[in-house]
C-alpha cells in the first residue's frame, strides 16, 4: 500500500502522517524530516541541501530523489506499506515515484490533499517557528515556500486527478475530525 499526504506547508501533514502509519501498519517517509536528519548530522549531503531549505527553495529533483529511493530500501518490508510525507513536490518527482513503484510491481492507492486557508497556514507555521525552532518557518521563507508550492507543487494534484487516485480532505477542524476523513478516503481506496 503506499499513499501520499499532500497540501501546503503547514497543513498538517506531518501529523495526520503519524496517525495514518500507527493505523495501517505503514512506514512514515517525511522528506523534509529525513533532510534535517541529514542537516543535524552534518553530513556531505548535509551541507549540499542546507541553503536549499533555509531560503524556501526545492532541493534539486534528482538529489530528492535519490534520497527517497534509499529510504525506500532501508527496512521497507517490517511494514504494509508507506505513507509519503513532502513527495513528491514536483511532477517529475510524481513521475519518477510512479516508475520506480511499477518497477517494484506497486502503484499509489490514493493522494490525500489535506486542504488549508491560507491565513490558517500562515498563523500555524509561525506559531510553530516560535515553538519549533526551524530555520524555515520564519515570514519571509513561509511566504517563499507557499509560492514553490503553488507554481512547482500544485500540479502533482492533476497528475494524480488524471490517474483517478485524487482525494480531497478538508483540513480545517479538530485533528481527530481530519483524521476521520482521511481514513474513509483510505479505506475507499484499498
Ligand atoms: P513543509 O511541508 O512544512 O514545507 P517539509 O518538512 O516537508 O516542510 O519540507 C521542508 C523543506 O525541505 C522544503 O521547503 C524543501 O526545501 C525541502 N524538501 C522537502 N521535501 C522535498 C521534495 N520532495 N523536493 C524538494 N525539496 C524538498
Redesign the pocket.
Known sequence: MTIIIFGP??CG?GTQSILIAEKYNLKHI????L?RKEIEDETEFGKTVKS??AE????PDEV?IGMLMNAFEKNADQHYGIILD????TTA?AEALEINLTARSKKTNILLDLQVETNELLNRLLYRGANSGRV?DNLETIKK?LQVYEEKTLPVKDFYKKLQKYAAIEGMGEIDEIFTSICNAIDAAI
Do not use: A, E, H, N
Not at 517525511?30 to 524530516?33: C, E, K, L, V
Not at 524556501?56 to 532541493?59: A, D, E, I, N
Open positions: 506547508p503547514g501533514k517525511s522528506t523534509g524530516d533532510l536549499y531549505i524556501g527553495k526545492l532541493v530528492i513532502g513527495f513528491p513536490r518527482q524555515d515556500r
